[in-house]
């Protein structure tokens, strides 16, 4: 199967052989296929929104490649093709809203590209119905949480009909609540969609729930697998100066101090489940 | 007269507000709602969004006026004729979410210096409550003073934004989501300096926060707002014991503390309320260890069977 995303020992400078050169990327390979759901995670200036913008052509790689369906984001004809197979979803919500009516908002991506007025009212009701916002199409988008918001923002990302989506901090600035209603939100859009998804983070509780995580660190990725894989490392994560989810660390520090603890797990059920299994207690479902 | 006693820095008595008033679009923020913040306290308000908690704090220093209630600032009822709101603002210091997007100034020292210097402060008083400022946020004086703040990181900026309010010599810090959009490492930085304030420089302080791990680490007291109203008000320990509650709120608990609870419901004996990774690892230490000092003689003996 072809990856949706392919980027190939990508490398980027800004502002190359002026006074702020930065190498952003420094040989950045990663491929991203339809259905998946990956979270990237890292510090402010480790890379990677230099990254997401490179997977819609918003950036062309210094060196290296990437290819977006087997289109190279240098070629210049097939801008908008790509443009259209990857959408982009921002941090702030209020920055990403155009019209005064939540439907006018989703339709607006769509009446651009020159979709039929029939067709657009198809597409607006099947994005709002993705994003669990029907019924609020005549709302004013001012008047809704940030959690809804944002998913009007995915919402008119949907209604372009993309391949990938690419969500670059997305509910950095919502409330728990407006966050895990993103959250499901886009997983959705991966497992039940088959949009290929990269979710850009600093909520490790969120990476944790990705089918693969890739972790950068200046410029480049230092650290890629399974949520699992990557935070049965703590210490390197905690070296990067990044979080581990509680329970994580509370299994980690647990397993230092002697406990024959073996997995290191993810959430609340899997370390209660671990524990109840050692001390014998009962296993999920309350009282035993 | 007051009967505000001594360590009251601010009391909020019975204050409802509501926005748009008298318009179609009318929304009560807040109904009859008590909040008293103690000298020398750090206290955090947590609740989901729309819930009040921005609507209070800017009653705290006369953002906003009651639509009933007193607003009281070291025993002062700040509505009250005479009282000048420009002594309540410099008494009560609010940083707003996102306070580096309103640094606008060429430099980092001239940021800084503005609120003071509009205040009437003389210029060597201004230049004494910058560097102290800096000192006390842990910025470089030296290095930083002529740079622009628009070049410096994400949590250099934020300090630089708390020192301008800290310039003003506040006695009370009060901070809507000091940490919302910062990558770990700046959250760290920004809760490891408010921490500072509080303990090294005895500032009082309030913060608002969406991070319960946050708020058991650092807050003596939790006020926990909910459609308008104080729903809950204790110690992170008190509050975070009332798990169900908080959920139906749109609230959470520590991932350790339903982890806790988790195992209570399974039947493993609960020993104490905990609230932080270091209090679980005590807890579930000695039951973990003996557990596995039973199963490595049972494996033993299994051996010897076979």
Not at chain 1, 139 to 157: D, F, N, T, W
Not at chain 1, 190 to 210: K, P, R
Not at chain 2, 203 to 230: C, K, N, P, Q, W
Not at chain 2, 267 to 292: F, N, W
Request: charged share 25%; net charge negative; aromatic share 4%.
């Amino acid at each position: 199967m072809e990856p949706v995303i392919r980027v190939e020992n990508v490398s980027y400078t800004y502002d190359g052989g002026g006074p702020g050169e930065v190498e952003a990327l420094l040989d950045v390979s990663l491929e991203v296929m339809g259905g998946e759901f990956v979270a990237v995670i890292g510090h402010n200036g480790s890379g990677k929104s230099t990254l997401a913008k490179h997977m819609n052509a918003i950036f062309v790689p210094t060196r290296g490649d990437v290819f977006v369906l087997g289109m190279n984001t240098r070629d210049e004809s097939r801008l908008w093709d790509i443009r259209q197979t990857v959408g982009m979803v921002f941090q702030n919500p209020d920055n990403q809203i155009v019209a005064t009516t939540v439907e006018e908002d989703v339709a607006f991506g769509p009446e651009n590209l020159g979709v039929p007025p029939g067709e657009i009212r198809r597409r607006v009701d099947e994005a709002l119905a993705l994003v669990d916002m029907t019924g609020n199409e005549k709302s004013a988008p001012h008047m809704l949480s940030g959690g809804q918001k944002q998913r009007v923002a995915i919402a008119g990302v949907i209604a372009m009909r993309p391949r990938c989506i690419v969500l670059d901090e997305p509910t950095a600035m919502l409330d728990p609540v407006g966050r895990s209603e993103v959250l499901a939100t886009v997983r959705r859009l991966a497992s039940d969609e088959g949009i290929a998804v990269v979710h850009i983070t600093h909520f490790m509780n969120e990476a944790v729930l990705a089918d693969r995580v890739v972790v950068m660190e200046g410029g480049r990725i230092a650290l890629r697998g399974t949520p699992r894989e990557v935070f049965s490392q703590p210490a390197m994560l905690r070296s990067l100066d990044l979080d581990v989810p509680q329970v994580t660390e509370l299994a980690y520090a647990l397993r230092a101090a002697g406990a024959p603890l073996t997995r290191s797990p993810l959430t609340v059920a899997e370390l209660a489940d671990d524990v109840a299994a050692i001390v014998g207690v009962g296993r999920g479902g309350g009282q035993s | 007269m007051s009967d505000a006693t001594s360590d009251a820095v601010i009391e909020v008595r019975d204050v409802c507000y509501t926005y748009m008033r008298g318009t179609p679009l009318a929304r009560q923020a807040l109904t009859d709602v008590n909040v008293r913040i103690n000298r020398g306290e750090l206290v955090a308000i947590i609740g989901r969004t729309g819930s009040g908690k921005s609507t209070l704090i800017q009653h705290f220093n006369g953002l906003l006026k009651p639509d009933s209630g007193h607003v009281l600032v070291g025993g002062r009822d700040i509505w009250r004729k005479g009282v000048a709101l420009r002594d309540i603002r410099r008494q009560v210091g609010l940083v707003f979410q996102y306070p580096e997007h309103q640094l606008f100034e060429e430099t980092v020292v001239a940021d800084i210096a503005f609120a003071p210097r509009n205040m009437g402060m003389s210029q060597a008083n201004v230049d004494e409550a910058v560097r102290e400022a800096m000192r006390v946020v842990d910025l470089d004086y030296d290095a930083l003073c002529d740079r622009s703040p628009f070049e410096l990181s994400g949590g250099q900026k934020r300090r630089v934004a708390i020192a301008g309010v800290l310039a003003m010599r506040p006695e009370v810090l009060v901070l809507d989501e000091p940490t919302a959009g910062m990558d770990p490492r700046g959250r760290e930085e920004v809760l490891g300096e408010i921490r500072q304030l509080h303990e090294a420089h005895g500032y009082t302080i309030v913060l608002v926060s969406h991070s319960m791990e946050d708020v058991a680490r650092f807050a003596e007291r939790l006020v926990v707002m909910d459609g308008g109203t104080v729903a809950m008000e204790g110690s992170a320990r008190e509050v975070f014991r009332r798990r169900e509650e908080l959920v139906n709120m749109g609230l959470g608990v520590p991932q350790v503390t339903a982890l806790m609870a988790e195992l209570a419901a399974r039947g493993l004996p609960s020993t104490e309320d905990v609230i932080t990774v270091d209090e679980a690892l005590r807890a579930l230490l000695p039951a973990l260890l003996g557990a596995s000092g039973r199963a490595n003689e049972g494996e033993r003996e299994g051996e010897v069977g076979a």
